[in-house]
Structure formats: C-alpha cells, structure tokens
C-alpha cells in the first residue's frame, strides 16, 4: 500500500477508536442529570444511588475518551503536514474555543462530579454535573464546527499558492456556521444521547434477569427508555435534513449514498443493494424514485448522478459508502422500532414481564455505537478525494517525509495499545457492573464517616 491509504487507514483507525467514548460521555452526562433532577425532586435515595453508579462508568468513558483524543492531533502534525498548514487556522481557533468554553468547563466541574459527594450541597453537586454534561456538548460543537468545515468551507480565503497556501478566516460566524454544522451537529449529538440511553437500558436490563437491583433497575430503565425513544424518533428528522444538505452542498457524496449514476433519471432509494462500480448497477431491493421523493417531493423528479461529475472527483469506494450508509439508516428504523414497541408495553403495564425483550436489550448496546461508527466512515469516505471539500485533495494533504514502513510501524503500534486500552476498558466496565449501585445503607454509612472526618478534620 502506498502512504496515502496507509495514513487514512491509521488515522481512520485511532478516531474510530477514540469516538467510542466521547458519544456515551454526552450520553450518559444527560441521563445523569436526570436522575439526579429527580433525586432533588422527589428525595429518593434510589436516584441517588444510580446516579452514583453511573457517575463511576462516565469517569471511566471520560478519561479514555480524553486519553485517546490526543494521539489524532499529533497525527495531524506527522501524518498530515500539508493538511496541517492548510487548516490550521480554521482549525486552531475551533480547537481554541473548545478549549475556552467546554474543556474548561468540563473538567473543571468533574472534580466536585467524582469527589464531591457529601462535600457539597446536592443543589451545587447538581449543578456540577450538569457543567461536566454541558461542558461535553460544548467540546462535541467545536469538534463537529471543525469538521464540517472540511466539508462545506465558509468564511475563509486563500493566502499564499501552492504547498504554501492556507485558509484563513475572515468571518469567524460563517466558519462557524457554515451551511452543514448545524445539521451535523444535531445528528452527533442525537447519536451520542442514543448511545448513552442503551448503555444504561443493556446494565438494567441485565439486572433486571439476573434479579438484582430491582426496583431501581426499573425505574432507571424507564428513563433511560424515554430517552431513547425520543432520539430515535428524532434522529430520522436529524439525518433526514443532514441528506438535504449532502443533496445541496455534496451531490456527489449524496449519489454515492444510493449509487445513482444517470443525471436524467430518478434516483431510487435501496433498502439493501450491492454496487458494482464497473457496471454501473445496483443489485437490490428498492424503492422505485424514492430519493427523488424525499428530496423533491416527486417520485420522477432527476437527481444528480455520479456520471455528472469528473471521474477523479467521485468518491472511489462507492460499494463500502453504499453499505455504511444503509447499515446506518437499518439500524436507526430497527432503535425506532424497539423503543416504540417497549415504551407500548410500558403503557400497558407488561414492560418487564418479557424477558426476551429484556435480552434484547443487553445486546441492543451495540447498535448506536456502530451507528455512529458507520455514519462517520460514510460522510468521511463520502467526502473523498477531498480532506477538504474542493479545495485540497487527500493525496496532496500527506507529509513528504513520511514513509510507508513509518506508518505500517506506528499503525501497529497503535493497534496494540488500543487493544490493551480497550481490554482494560471492557475489563473495568465489568467489573463495575458486577459490583452494582452501592446500597442505601452503604451510601449512609458513607456519609457518617465522611462527616466524622470532616469534623475530625475542622477540629
């Protein structure tokens, strides 16, 4: 392999492992901030204590979320010079403002989140976790402003020609709010929530067969339930007006998504299918026109096609973008589908009398995280062969001094390390789980010693 598919694969490797924890850090801040709410509400030691729990498997999210984020930014630096200079300051202020406005927050709050229970008043300890949670939405804006502007470019200008040419700003608001961020940034968001919502329905779910924890597994069931069942309604409104943009903004990625090739015809929209690329044909099943109606409210209506464009700015993996794509869409219509179906028992009072939907449930966790996992490689693999979308393309972004063995080695490297990282991980995690909420006796033991040694202490 040559060092441009070798840089992507490495790079494409280290943030797919990294966008593991960052989706159930957001998610699991909200639902946190739930039960704690109605902890203060209504008094119930039993949110108290799942909040506690859940408190503990964020920490673990957030500190490999934050261990693994920095290995890409030295990436950028080895793998991708070019690139680099070109959008660095696009880039350095977006990462600037995270820095300022969500990192700050976040980790500034998270000390009196993980150690100041008991040290502070509940209100303020509330409010403490709801910094750590918007701190972590705030981070995911910057992040997503940065790479929606790979996508759709706004507010800049060129400075300087050739290997030497950078964008530079020149309306920090349009950079900001350029024609995809708003969209794509509901849709991260969205995913993330989803992500967190089912990490915590998969652990109660398990609790709840292996009759431990209860009443409390059901009550943190439920919101965990209406969570999810809201954002999976709402993710079908989000993607659906992220495709508009791809449709206005990126009409070759869009005709990637559905493999369409004639400009004259209608565009069919597949709910499975196989691309060949040489052909130019889809095997599948289909509905006849149906992109042309979600975008033009006309089953005949033409869509542009692949054919419509240069061959050197196509996306070249059509088949893969095509399976990432429906994989996405399958698995979101499946989380519709459960989340309905449960929150339909729930109202009829029979939620937790099926024990196979229950089980479906522990194993239900995986699917917004490949969700996520799919989506990303869909818009990044849709955006080629441009790192930033007609501008520069992916093959002049590299570093000339880089060589192939270089990567293969670090690539390597990388592989090993996240997989002890993410062993580690799910190691933890288990054990955390096994253990369970501490009990509410265990709590106020907890809060007798902790008083003692205060007073200890102010003596």
């Given at each position: 392999m040559d060092v441009e598919i070798l840089s992507r694969i490495q790079f494409a490797f280290t943030i797919a492992f990294h966008y593991i924890y960052p989706p159930l850090s957001i998610g699991l801040g909200m639902i946190m901030v739930i039960m704690e709410g109605l902890y203060l509400r209504t008094k119930d030691k039993q949110y108290e204590q799942m909040t506690r729990f859940w408190t503990k498997i964020f920490a673990l999210t957030f500190g490999i979320g934050v261990a693994t984020g920095i290995v890409m930014e030295f990436e950028f630096g080895t793998n991708w010079a070019t690139y680099s200079r070109f959008v660095g300051d696009v880039f350095g202020s977006a990462?600037?403002?995270?820095?300022?406005?969500?990192?700050?927050?976040?980790?500034?709050?998270?000390?009196?989140?993980?150690?100041?229970?008991?040290?502070?008043?509940?209100?303020?300890?509330?409010?403490a976790t709801l910094g750590v949670w918007l701190g972590s939405m705030f981070s995911a804006v910057w992040i997503v402003v940065a790479n929606s502007w790979q996508q759709t470019p706004a507010g800049y200008h060129i400075v300087g020609e050739g290997l030497?040419?950078?964008?530079?700003?020149?309306?920090?608001?349009?950079?900001?709010f350029n024609p995809s961020s708003v969209d794509r940034l509901l849709h991260v968001w969205?995913?993330?929530?989803?992500?967190?919502?089912?990490?915590?329905?998969?652990?109660?779910?398990?609790?709840?067969?292996?009759?431990?924890?209860?009443?409390?597994?059901?009550?943190?069931?439920?919101?965990?339930?209406?969570?999810?069942?809201?954002?999976?309604?709402?993710?079908?409104?989000?993607?659906h007006r992220s495709a508009e943009g791809v449709a206005v903004n990126q009409p070759a990625k869009l005709a990637a998504l559905e493999g369409h090739f004639d400009t004259l015809a209608a565009a069919d929209m597949y709910v499975?299918?196989?691309?060949?690329?040489?052909?130019?044909?889809?095997?599948?099943?289909?509905?006849?026109?149906?992109?042309?109606?979600?975008?033009?409210?006309?089953?005949?209506?033409?869509?542009?096609?692949?054919?419509?464009?240069?061959?050197?700015?196509?996306?070249?993996?059509?088949?893969?973008?095509?399976?990432f794509y429906h994989l996405m869409v399958a698995i979101g219509l499946f989380m519709i589908a459960l989340t309905l179906y449960a929150s339909f028992l729930w109202w009829?009072?029979?939620?937790?009398?099926?024990?196979?939907?229950?089980?479906?449930?522990?194993?239900?966790?995986?699917?917004?995280?490949?969700?996520?996992?799919?989506?990303?490689?869909?818009a990044e693999m849709g955006r080629q062969p441009w790192v930033v979308y007609g501008l520069l393309r992916t093959s002049d972004a590299l570093s000339a001094a880089v060589k192939a063995n270089q990567v293969v080695f670090s690539l390597i490297l990388f592989a090993l390390i996240y997989s002890l990282l993410f062993a580690l991980f799910l190691y933890l995690l288990d054990k955390k789980i096994k253990a369970g909420p501490e009990s509410k006796e265990h709590i106020q033991e907890r809060h007798r010693q902790e008083g003692i040694a205060d007073a200890l202490g102010g003596a």
């Open positions: 990462l600037a403002a995270e820095g300022i406005f969500a990192f700050a927050l976040e980790s500034g709050f998270l000390g009196i989140l993980l150690f100041g229970w008991n040290k502070v008043s509940p209100r303020v300890h509330f409010i030497h040419a950078r964008a530079e700003i020149t309306d920090f608001w349009a950079m900001v969205v995913g993330a929530f989803l992500a967190g919502a089912f990490l915590v329905l998969s652990v109660h779910a398990y609790y709840l067969l292996r009759g431990r924890y209860v009443e409390l597994s059901q009550k943190a069931f439920k919101i965990a339930l209406a969570v999810a069942t809201v954002f999976s309604l709402s993710q079908l409104l989000t993607g499975l299918g196989w691309v060949d690329k040489e052909k130019q044909e889809i095997t599948g099943l289909k509905v006849p026109g149906g992109l042309s109606f979600l975008l033009h409210n006309d089953f005949k209506a033409p869509v542009r096609g692949l054919n419509d464009f240069p061959e050197n700015e196509r996306p070249t993996a059509l088949n893969a973008i095509f399976q009829r009072g029979k939620l937790f009398r099926q024990r196979w939907l229950l089980w479906v449930f522990v194993f239900a966790v995986l699917l917004p995280n490949i969700a996520n996992q799919v989506g990303w490689f869909t």
